[in-house]
């Protein structure tokens, strides 16, 4: 089972930056398909961004397409997200999670094929 640890989470005003960062543990990272989720005060988790095993191939909610940014460095176990342009709705604990992708291009975007997840990390965007 991979452990996920979040890091990067923080204030920041509209308009402004964050990267966080998703560190797994183990030897198998380059088998799971990872993602990123959020889960805003009174609503449900929702999908932000994935990539495949390899790297290849990413995918992004629509909310946040063209301002963030997922990636993933193999050798460091470690995914990340790049938001900018952040505004006050992007508000939320956001969430790793990881899942094994017998395929090295498959992206993955709904919650349930994803079995580890982080324990979150809070962004707050001000107006």
């Known amino acids: 089972q991979v452990q996920l640890v979040e890091s990067g989470g923080g204030l920041v005003q509209a308009g402004g930056s964050l990267r966080l960062s998703c560190a797994a543990s183990g030897r198998t990272f380059s088998t799971f398909a990872m993602a990123w989720f959020r889960q805003a005060p009174g609503k449900e988790r929702q999908f932000v961004a994935s990539?495949?095993?390899?790297?290849?191939?990413?995918a992004y909610g629509d909310s946040v397409k063209g301002r963030f940014t997922i990636s993933r460095d193999n050798a460091k176990n470690t995914v990340y997200l790049q938001m900018n342009k952040l505004k006050p709705e992007d508000t939320a604990v956001y969430y790793c999670?990881?899942?094994?992708?017998?395929?090295?291009?498959?992206?993955?975007?709904?919650?349930?094929?994803?079995?580890?997840w982080g324990q979150g990390t809070q962004v707050t965007v001000s107006s």
């Open positions: 999670a990881a899942g094994f992708s017998p395929w090295g291009s498959a992206v993955m975007t709904t919650q349930n094929v994803f079995n580890a």
């Open positions: 990539i495949s095993r390899n790297g290849e191939r990413t």
